[in-house]
């Protein structure tokens, strides 16, 4: 007797593992519909719990990608070493969507890698832009719940404030007549004597001093241009990116077009650094870019100027939203911000040393602009200086750095890490329960934000001071030691610092190519709701 269909699609939604449930496609042409035809292969390979997280390190004179997972990376099913990408040069993950990467490597390679299926797309330069890298406003797209193939947007960059022309300083004359008339002046002015245009003037040491009509002209001119320059709106009413499909295989331009009001000026774009990093401690240490968020068929870009872009993929429009504005909280000027997302949609993390700030957009309803609501604050001061003087806390950590000069190993009395463990006392500390011991306002370092939990409110730090990395818990805000992210170095002054970071999760299907250069097509295997 022949079962239900929806009984049928219930025993076989139950099968696992995954190469059980593909097999049972070769029973029968009613398995393989019901299966194909319900999407019970999909869920399978979507990406799904946390694995570990990817880190760009930086140090004196060398910068490479290290995997800090669970357990260890080194088990096979993810290569946490980025050993089969197309090119053995590969110094950083420039940006990363739903278990693929984005990668450029020394030679001025870049290219697309899925670490859990080792499968590598190299992609074309763009025909209208400069060579890019980790800083360039560069970001992927892929959603394997609508479609196999990624793509790259390119987006356009704020120009950058011009510099004005140096004037050419003659020597001064052997004698000034000037100082004749201004001997009580501090800096009395200069005359400026010029055989070629037959005309002098007085002028300070707090202005150029040009040796001709032509170089002064320039001067005025070059400035004319930087207040005009500076009086545009940005971003623009129509906003052109370049934007490459695995699809077609080549770049094309998209324009969208902006709905509401521009976030400002050129010049006020100009205030804000060009870089997140600028304020941390060390220089070379922080993210050298703004991150981004795909949600819901949209792409959300944290731009320079204290706002984010929201990208509709589906139609062709963007709006701005400003960003929180963390300078008036608790006199914090330069904060490291974070753009994830977690459980709740679009999360904009604020961290400075180790105070921190949880807003949550809210697009409901609609019709009306998001807004920002802020979820969460804590000093983390206590709970750190907690943690730091534990003597057994190496016996907790569950998570391990794959680095090659690391002899570590998953050993028996290792703790796994779980998620859905909240009431586990060892190694943890209660942010709430220790803030009355917050007597002593020293310094303690900074945190690095290294991701969020895709589908629960955990966020994940690096703390710089100890060389260690932390899950904070934002329901229950307790502090979970995972273990220690930081990779030898050389030399034990220079240590290494984290650059960029993001937890990662496999995505199991794609179509990519492997190393012999043989893609894979699942398009048939795994059907849309929209095929």
Same mark, same amino acid.
């Given at each position: 007797?022949?079962?239900?269909?929806?009984?049928?699609?219930?025993?076989?939604?139950?099968?696992?593992?995954?190469?059980?449930?593909?097999?049972?496609?070769?029973?029968?042409a009613?398995?393989? +519909?019901?299966?194909?035809?319900?999407?019970?292969?999909?869920?399978?390979?979507? %990406?799904?719990?946390?694995?570990?997280?990817?880190?760009?390190?930086t140090a #004196?004179?060398?910068?490479?990608?290290?995997?800090? &997972?669970?357990?260890?990376?080194s088990?096979? #099913?993810?290569d946490a070493?980025?050993a089969?990408? /197309?090119?053995?040069?590969?110094?950083a993950?420039?940006?990363?969507?739903?278990?693929l990467?984005?990668?450029?490597?020394t030679e001025?390679?870049r290219?697309?890698?899925?670490?859990?299926?080792?499968?590598s &797309?190299?992609?074309?330069p763009? %025909?209208?832009?400069?060579?890019?890298?980790?800083?360039?406003?560069?970001?992927?797209?892929f959603?394997?719940?609508?479609?196999?193939? !990624?793509?790259?947007?390119?987006?356009p960059?704020?120009?950058?404030?011009?510099?004005? /022309?140096? %004037?050419?300083?003659?020597?001064p004359?052997?004698?000034?007549?000037a100082?004749?008339?201004?001997?009580? *002046?501090?800096? %009395?002015?200069? @005359?400026d004597?010029?055989?070629?245009?037959?005309?002098?003037?007085l002028?300070t040491?707090?202005?150029?001093?040009?040796?001709?009509? +032509?170089?002064?002209?320039?001067?005025?001119?070059?400035?004319?241009?930087?207040?005009?320059?500076?009086?545009?709106?940005?971003?623009?009413?129509?906003?052109?990116a370049?934007?490459?499909?695995?699809?077609?295989?080549?770049?094309?331009?998209?324009?969208?077009?902006?709905?509401?009001?521009a976030?400002?000026?050129?010049?006020?774009?100009?205030?804000?650094?060009?870089?997140?990093?600028?304020?941390?401690?060390v220089?070379?240490?922080?993210?050298r870019?703004?991150?981004?968020?795909?949600w819901?068929? *949209?792409?959300?870009?944290?731009?320079?100027?204290?706002?984010?872009?929201?990208?509709?993929?589906?139609?062709?429009?963007?709006?701005v939203?400003?960003?929180?504005?963390v300078?008036?909280?608790?006199? !914090?000027?330069w +904060?490291?911000p974070?753009?994830?997302?977690?459980?709740k949609?679009?999360?904009?993390? &604020?961290?400075?040393?180790?105070n921190?700030?949880?807003?949550?957009?809210?697009?409901?309803?609609?019709?009306?602009p998001?807004?920002?609501?802020?979820?969460?604050?804590?000093?983390l001061?206590? *709970?750190?200086?907690q943690?730091?003087?534990e003597?057994?806390?190496?016996?907790?950590?569950?998570?391990?750095?794959?680095?090659?000069?690391?002899?570590?190993?998953?050993e028996?009395?290792?703790?796994e890490?779980?998620?859905?463990?909240?009431? #586990?006392?060892?190694?943890?500390?209660?942010?709430?329960?220790?803030?009355?011991?917050?007597a002593?306002?020293q310094?303690?370092?900074?945190?690095?934000?290294?991701?969020?939990?895709?589908?629960?409110? @955990?966020?994940?730090?690096?703390?710089? !001071?100890k060389?260690?990395?932390f899950?904070?818990h934002?329901?229950?805000?307790?502090?979970e030691?995972?273990?220690?992210?930081?990779?030898?170095?050389?030399?034990?002054?220079?240590?290494?610092?984290v650059?960029?970071?993001?937890?990662?999760?496999?995505c199991r @299907?794609?179509m990519?190519?492997?190393?012999?250069?043989?893609?894979?097509?699942?398009s048939?295997?795994v059907?849309?709701?929209?095929q």
């Amino acid at each position: 007797m022949d079962l239900p269909d929806e009984v049928l699609a219930d025993i076989l939604s139950r099968v696992v593992p995954l190469r059980h449930l593909a097999e049972c496609r070769r029973v029968c042409a009613r398995w393989r +519909a019901t299966i194909d035809g319900r999407r019970l292969v999909l869920p399978h390979l979507l %990406p799904g719990a946390p694995r570990g997280a990817f880190i760009n390190f930086t140090a #004196d004179g060398w910068s490479d990608t290290y995997f800090f &997972a669970r357990g260890g990376g080194s088990g096979g #099913d993810v290569d946490a070493r980025l050993a089969d990408a /197309p090119t053995r040069w590969c110094t950083a993950f420039v940006d990363h969507c739903n278990g693929l990467l984005l990668c450029e490597a020394t030679e001025g390679a870049r290219f697309v890698y899925n670490p859990a299926t080792r499968r590598s &797309a190299t992609l074309p330069p763009p %025909p209208h832009a400069e060579p890019w890298g980790v800083a360039s406003a560069a970001y992927l797209v892929f959603d394997p719940a609508v479609s196999l193939h !990624h793509k790259v947007f390119l987006l356009p960059e704020l120009t950058g404030e011009p510099e004005p /022309p140096k %004037p050419n300083d003659p020597p001064p004359p052997m004698f000034n007549v000037a100082r004749l008339f201004f001997a009580d *002046s501090a800096a %009395p002015p200069q @005359i400026d004597s010029d055989e070629d245009d037959g005309e002098d003037w007085l002028y300070t040491e707090d202005e150029p001093r040009w040796r001709s009509r +032509a170089g002064r002209r320039e001067h005025l001119q070059a400035k004319e241009a930087k207040d005009t320059l500076g009086l545009m709106e940005w971003p623009p009413l129509l906003y052109v990116a370049q934007v490459f499909s695995s699809m077609t295989g080549r770049w094309e331009e998209r324009t969208f077009v902006r709905e509401g009001s521009a976030a400002g000026t050129v010049a006020d774009m100009w205030s804000d650094p060009p870089s997140p990093n600028y304020g941390c401690a060390v220089p070379q240490c922080g993210p050298r870019r703004r991150h981004s968020v795909y949600w819901r068929r *949209s792409l959300y870009v944290h731009c320079r100027g204290g706002f984010i872009i929201r990208l509709s993929l589906l139609t062709g429009k963007y709006v701005v939203i400003k960003t929180p504005e963390v300078a008036k909280l608790a006199g !914090h000027r330069w +904060a490291t911000p974070y753009l994830s997302k977690s459980r709740k949609g679009v999360y904009y993390t &604020a961290v400075a040393d180790v105070n921190l700030w949880i807003w949550v957009l809210n697009e409901e309803p609609t019709t009306v602009p998001p807004r920002w609501e802020m979820v969460h604050q804590a000093d983390l001061r206590p *709970s750190l200086r907690q943690l730091s003087y534990e003597s057994n806390q190496e016996k907790n950590k569950s998570w391990i750095l794959d680095d090659p000069l690391r002899r570590e190993s998953v050993e028996p009395a290792f703790r796994e890490w779980d998620s859905d463990d909240d009431d #586990d006392d060892g190694g943890d500390a209660n942010v709430a329960e220790q803030a009355s011991n917050n007597a002593l306002n020293q310094y303690m370092g900074w945190l690095d934000v290294l991701g969020y939990h895709p589908h629960k409110e @955990i966020v994940f730090f690096g703390y710089q !001071h100890k060389h260690r990395a932390f899950a904070y818990h934002l329901r229950t805000c307790k502090l979970e030691y995972l273990g220690c992210p930081a990779p030898i170095s050389d030399d034990p002054c220079f240590p290494a610092y984290v650059q960029e970071s993001f937890v990662y999760a496999p995505c199991r @299907i794609d179509m990519l190519s492997d190393r012999n250069g043989t893609s894979v097509d699942l398009s048939n295997w795994v059907r849309y709701a929209s095929q």
